[in-house]
T-cell receptor, first 112, second 115 residues
């Protein structure tokens, strides 16, 4: 079973602080995706990482895929209240016809 | 591009009612759609995979007679919660893919509340 463990589960920080959150697995994934979901809405894809060791930047968000393709991290610089939301990582299930396995998510709250 | 629309966004109904939720891909043809269920502050749990023109495949533990899925066209899949009860109250989200190895595009979800 491919499980994705996300940590920390909850995070509350002050505006302007930096943070890093994690998505870990004992299984190798061909790719990992990060989504942000706001209350009452569907998840929105932020990034897909494919190559081991890959780093992708999206404005103040930096995503890294582990060398062994078993883990990923998301670093946010100078967090803003608009970054508040549920951050989900997901990876394709092996041999499962495009199905995704999701982590349990990280609830981030950025206080003004 | 790649917009997925869900309707309704919110529904409240009495116990025993059947409720239909629609998922439409607005600007692309979706060979595959997925239906998820999400409880508050929790992750998405895949319920079933919907393929156009064929029967849906359900995840283990999901009752196919309870959650009826119809994927009648390349732009529309429907989920019907039959004889809904309070324990069926949840946030239901669909996603659609244009083809294999393509990203999933998610709808904005449907909040279902059964009284």
């Amino acid at each position: 079973t491919q499980l994705l463990e996300q940590s920390p589960q909850f995070l509350s920080i002050q505006e302007g602080e930096n943070l890093t959150v994690y998505c870990n697995s004992s299984s190798v994934f061909s790719s990992l995706q990060w989504y942000r979901q706001e209350p009452g809405e569907g998840p929105v894809l932020l990034v897909t990482v494919v190559t081991g060791g890959e780093v992708k930047k999206l404005k103040r968000l930096t995503f890294q895929f582990g060398d062994a393709r078993k883990d990923s991290s998301l670093h946010i610089t100078a967090a803003q209240p608009g970054d508040t939301g549920l951050y989900l990582c997901a990876g394709p299930r092996t041999g499962a016809n495009s199905k995704l396995t999701f982590g349990k998510g990280i609830t981030l709250s950025v206080r003004p | 591009g790649a917009v997925v629309s869900q309707h309704p966004s919110w529904v409240i109904c009495k116990s025993g009612t059947s409720v239909k939720i629609e998922c439409r891909s607005l600007d692309f043809q979706a060979t595959t759609m997925f239906w998820y269920r999400q409880f508050p502050k929790q992750s998405l749990m895949l319920m079933a995979t919907s393929n156009e023109g064929s029967k849906a495949t359900y995840e283990q533990g999901v009752e196919k007679d309870k959650f009826l899925i119809n994927h009648a066209s390349l732009t529309l899949s429907t989920l019907t919660v039959t004889s809904a009860h309070p324990e069926d109250s949840s946030f239901y989200i669909c996603s659609a893919m244009a083809g294999p190895n393509q990203p999933q595009h998610f709808g904005d979800g449907t909040r279902l509340s059964i009284l």
